[in-house]
Nanobody, 125 residues
Framework: QVQLVESGGGLVQAGGALRLSCAASGGSFSEYTMAWFRQAPGKEREFVAAIRWSYGATWYGDPAKGRFTIARDNAKSTVFLQMNNLKGEDTAAYYC??????????????????WGQGTQVTVSS
């Protein structure tokens, strides 16, 4: 049974940094794309970034470009999201997701089969 467990969220001041982790277990992920989404209260879940597990190709949503970096550690089956220069609008619950590789729709929640429980990121101004 595939499990995704996020960690690393917390309270940080504007301009600060956090690194989120997503530990994956219970499956073989070589044919998977892993992603981070976020959801603020009253808003839809929003695509942040994705990475192809096998060869590390990455994609970023508009909120992440220039500030966030997604990476993976194959040996530890863990995906990371390094977030720098955080802003108040980055406050949200951040979710890790995994889905079979596809060439389109990486920013669509419906294309991911597995989800973690989320980790809260709060940025204070």
């Amino acid at each position: 049974q595939v499990q995704l467990v996020e960690s690393g969220g917390g309270l940080v001041q504007a301009g600060g940094a956090l690194r989120l982790s997503c530990a994956a277990s219970g499956g073989s992920f070589s044919e998977y794309t892993m992603a981070w989404f976020r959801q603020a209260p009253g808003k839809e879940r929003e695509f942040v970034a994705a990475i192809r597990w096998s060869y590390g190709a990455t994609w970023y949503g508009d909120p992440a470009k220039g500030r966030f970096t997604i990476a993976r550690d194959n040996a530890k089956s863990t995906v990371f999201l390094q977030m720098n220069n955080l802003k108040g609008e980055d406050t949200a619950a951040y979710y890790c997701a995994g889905g079979r590789n596809r060439d389109y729709g990486l920013d669509q929640t419906t294309n991911y089969d597995y989800w973690g429980q989320g980790t809260q990121v709060t940025v204070s101004s």
